[in-house]
């Protein structure tokens, strides 16, 4: 196991540049997601790292092995990095074990050794009593897990992921999302994964890295990006918040401010971050959805509305429904027991610790 350090990269396909000056690390033991919108060049940066893409500028050490450096590349199979594809590239004429074994025959290993490790890594990945299948005959989770063996039983220094669930069924990934970062944990895997589905990314990463059009725009704890997003963008893309326009009337150091929305709605809130502070001026609020809480009539806490519900849909525990406060239309999701009826006035309550100001148009 190794750390991952990326410093200054950057991929051009002739005047298509892919990634721009994307600096990061991954830390020994650690799980990092690269997110991020189709196109935005996470997979570019993955397949560099692994060296099956050539950089055109910039370094990628791994430990204190230099893998790139300024369009210079080591060739993939010396830099001690495995990765598992979207596709599960599980070679169909050769048994499971054939297809685990792949990389240790390569490197010669005793054929003890190569037995000891494949019976290991097929009982990590749940996969005991199949050593003896073909690739054809195996489901599509099932072939995930053998390309997940595959990757492991080398023990490579950095394990890289793209997309490696978006093939399988939504129940099945659900069960593999936690039973993939379980394996990580339990080997301690330095581990890169690249996904466009931000609840991937939420629930299995360590740290996510957020990226648009090439460049990091965010990076931090899944919780991080969830409570201090520091753009529209971030705020859209984790977690999917209303936000509306406002205006600031106050704002204080410990990043409190007093913001309106249109129609004049005052509501309190807070800046994402200490440098975006200011005390007048537009700025964007974010409300997400699960904040917005309905409490009984007449309730005057801080940050309570009367809203009118325009349209209510059915998600099973809740319900979501469009609500009018003031000029803004907000998507709240509520309790599905006693839902509110369309036309109907109801009395919302936002925390303001709920209420994220971000301070760009
Ligand atoms: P997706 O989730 O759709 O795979 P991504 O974020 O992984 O998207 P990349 O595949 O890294 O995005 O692509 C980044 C940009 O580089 C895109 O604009 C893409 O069209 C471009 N690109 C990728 N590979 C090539 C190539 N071989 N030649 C030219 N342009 C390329």
């Given at each position: 196991?190794?750390?991952?350090?990326?410093?200054?990269l950057?991929?051009?396909y002739?005047?298509?540049v892919?990634?721009?000056?994307?600096?990061?690390?991954?830390?020994?033991g650690?799980?990092?997601?690269l997110?991020?919108?189709?196109?935005?060049?996470?997979?570019t940066?993955?397949?560099?790292?692994?060296?099956l893409?050539?950089?055109?500028?910039?370094t990628?050490?791994?430990g204190d092995a230099l893998?790139?450096a300024d369009?210079?590349d080591?060739?993939p199979?010396?830099?001690?990095?495995?990765?598992?594809?979207?596709?599960?590239?599980?070679?169909?004429h050769m048994?499971?074990?054939?297809?685990?074994?792949?990389?240790?025959?390569?490197?010669?290993?005793?054929?003890?050794?190569?037995e000891r490790?494949?019976g290991e890594?097929?009982k990590?990945?749940?996969l005991?009593?199949?050593?003896?299948?073909?690739?054809?005959?195996l489901s599509?989770?099932?072939?995930q897990r053998?390309a997940?063996?595959?990757a492991?039983?080398?023990?490579?220094?950095?394990?890289?992921?793209?997309?490696?669930?978006?093939n399988?069924d939504?129940g099945l990934?659900?069960?593999?999302?936690?039973?993939l970062?379980?394996l990580q944990?339990r080997?301690?895997?330095?581990?890169?994964?690249?996904?466009h589905?931000?609840?991937?990314?939420?629930?299995?990463?360590?740290?996510?890295?957020?990226?648009?059009d090439?460049?990091?725009?965010?990076?931090?704890?899944?919780?991080?990006?969830?409570?201090?997003?520091?753009?529209r963008?971030?705020?859209?893309?984790?977690?999917?918040?209303?936000?509306?326009?406002?205006?600031?009337?106050?704002?204080?150091?410990?990043r409190?401010?007093l913001a309106a929305?249109?129609?004049?709605?005052?509501?309190?809130?807070?800046f994402?971050?200490s440098?975006?502070?200011?005390?007048?001026?537009?700025?964007l609020?974010?409300?997400?959805?699960?904040?917005?809480a309905?409490?009984p009539?007449?309730?005057a806490?801080?940050?309570?509305?009367?809203?009118?519900?325009?349209s209510?849909g059915f998600?099973g525990p809740?319900?979501?429904c469009?609500?009018k406060?003031?000029?803004?239309t907000?998507?709240?999701?509520?309790p599905?027991?006693?839902?509110p009826?369309?036309?109907?006035?109801?009395?919302?309550?936002?925390?303001?610790?709920d209420v994220?100001i971000i301070s760009?148009q």
């Open positions: 196991m190794a750390k991952l350090r990326v410093e200054d950057v991929v051009a002739g005047a298509v892919a990634v721009r000056d994307v600096s990061f690390t991954v830390e020994d650690e799980f990092v997601s997110l991020g919108p189709s196109g935005c060049g996470k997979t940066t993955l397949r560099c790292i692994a060296g893409e050539g950089s055109s500028g910039g990628i050490h791994l893998m790139a369009g210079r080591v060739p199979d010396k830099r001690g990095i495995n990765m598992v594809f979207q596709s599960y590239a599980v070679w169909p048994s499971v074990f054939e297809n685990v074994a792949y990389g240790l025959r390569i490197r010669r290993e005793p054929t003890a050794d190569v490790k494949v890594a097929l990590l990945v749940g005991d009593g199949f050593a003896d299948r073909y690739g054809t005959e599509g989770g099932q072939q053998v997940l063996a595959r492991v039983v080398t023990s490579p220094r950095l394990l890289l992921f793209d997309e490696p669930l978006s399988l939504a990934r659900d069960r593999m999302r936690f039973e970062v379980e944990r080997l301690g895997q330095t581990s890169l994964y690249v996904t589905d931000q609840s991937e990314a939420m629930l299995m990463s360590d740290r996510i890295i957020l990226m648009k090439g460049r990091i725009v965010q990076s931090g704890t899944p919780r991080d990006l969830y409570e201090r997003p520091a753009s963008f971030a705020a859209e893309f984790i977690g999917n918040a209303n936000i509306a326009e406002a205006t600031v009337i106050r704002s204080a150091r410990d409190t401010a929305l249109p129609g004049n709605i005052a509501v309190e809130g807070h994402s971050r440098e975006d502070i200011r005390s007048s001026g537009s700025v609020a974010c409300i997400r959805a699960e904040s917005i309905r409490v009539p007449g309730g806490d801080l940050n309570t509305f009367d809203a009118r519900v325009e209510v998600l809740q319900v979501t469009t609500l406060l003031g000029e803004v907000l998507r709240a999701e509520l599905a027991r006693n839902p009826s369309v036309g109907e006035s109801i009395r919302i309550r936002i925390a303001p610790e994220i760009e």
